[in-house]
């Protein structure tokens, strides 16, 4: 039940944050919001105001705002019917500009909930600070430290006989050594106990060090609204940063592309929300700032796509035909489920393979 709920939070406020955003500068030019639905299918509740109509549906993994002109209708008859133009409260009778302004708000506004979380989790919690010792604070599940038995709050004292007396030192070593057997002198949580771990570094394909899967302990320190914003802000842009190197890296073929669908974010989430509310909160602001770096990619269902299309009319001085702009974006839409249908099923068989 926690997952579900869980679940439920992540994509829900993401999406409708997003949906938020088309919706505020919608309404601020003067464009008619036919509807606004929080989740997708059915409508089980809605409330029709003077010109929207506010909608809760079935499957609440999102929502999605519907505005006048901006897409062709189909009429009772079964007839495509797009907005006239010269129609002061459509999408199409607004300036270029405008136009890009509505598109570019929603994902604006999932870098905005980002940082709204990341500053709610340091105004909380305080500024975290990455201790010096070289005791383990956590580990990365799956990497060489945690399959070894090593456990947080254990200390290590020696890497192949070496002193490693603080974490700057430990790091230096286990760096230095990628794809090597390494010999780990532990002195176990308790204090009363030393043994020897032999760990087997991995290399690590961005930077080439090698690596184990250990952090350090992290203290907090209280921080004020002011000190929580200015991280909240460096956190998000951080982030940001950290994201789309990655997935230039990915393009490019200088990484790997291990891309995860529905099932694994899912698998993400549930184990986010079993380790508290604020590594949830954390959590589903990366994957906002995702969601909105992902929106902007000019592939065509997306917002990144709607936007090369204002832009190539602001360079011509006229709109492309509607219909053809709608059967581009149709097209791209059945490619991104086609797409979002394969990842799951690699997603579902990477479980059944890990379960195994």
């Known amino acids: 039940m926690l997952t579900t709920l869980a679940i439920i939070f992540v994509f829900g406020s993401m999406v409708m944050i997003h949906e938020l955003g088309h919706y505020m500068v919608a309404k601020w030019i003067g464009v008619k919001v036919i509807e606004f639905s929080f989740g997708f299918g059915p409508k089980i509740v809605g409330y029709q105001g003077k010109e929207t109509l506010y909608a809760l549906r079935i499957i609440p993994l999102g929502g999605f705002v519907k505005l006048y002109g901006m897409d062709a209708e189909v009429d009772e008859n079964g007839r495509t019917v797009i907005a006239p133009i010269e129609d002061a409260r459509s999408f199409m009778n607004k300036h270029v500009w405008q136009r890009m302004a509505v598109i570019v708000a929603g994902p604006i506004m999932n870098f905005v909930l980002a940082m709204i979380l990341f500053v709610g989790v340091f105004a909380y919690l305080g500024i975290p600070s990455p201790g010096d010792t070289n005791m383990v604070g956590s580990l990365v599940k799956g990497k060489p430290a945690a399959t070894s038995g090593i456990q947080p709050g254990d200390k290590i004292l020696a890497v192949n006989q070496e002193p490693t007396p603080d974490w700057n030192r430990l790091t230096e070593v286990i760096h230095a050594s990628p794809d090597q057997a390494l010999s780990l002198t532990i002195e176990r949580v308790n204090g ?47 982030f940001t940063k950290f994201i789309v190197v990655t997935l230039a890296q990915m393009l490019t073929g200088k990484i790997p592309a291990e891309v995860g669908g529905p099932v694994m974010i899912a698998q993400a989430i549930g184990e ?7 590594n949830l909160l954390g959590l589903t602001g990366v994957l906002s700032i995702q969601l909105g770096i992902i929106n902007l990619f000019p592939i065509p269902a997306l917002d990144g796509s709607r936007l090369i299309f204002l832009l190539i009319e602001g360079l011509r001085g006229k709109p492309l035909n509607p219909e053809k702009e709608n059967m581009i974006h149709l097209v791209g839409f059945v490619l991104l489920m086609a797409l979002m249908i394969a990842v799951t099923y690699k997603d579902v068989v990477r479980l059944f393979v890990k379960a195994g």
Do not use: C, W
Request: no cysteine.
């Open 272 to 278: 986010g929300a079993q380790e508290g509310l604020s």
């Open 192 to 238: 009363k106990q030393r043994q020897t771990v032999s760990v087997k570094t991995e290399k690590d394909p961005q930077t080439g060090y090698g690596m184990i899967g250990i952090a350090p302990e992290v203290n907090y320190m209280h921080a004020s609204i002011l000190q929580s914003t200015r991280f909240g802000l460096e956190r998000t842009l951080d």
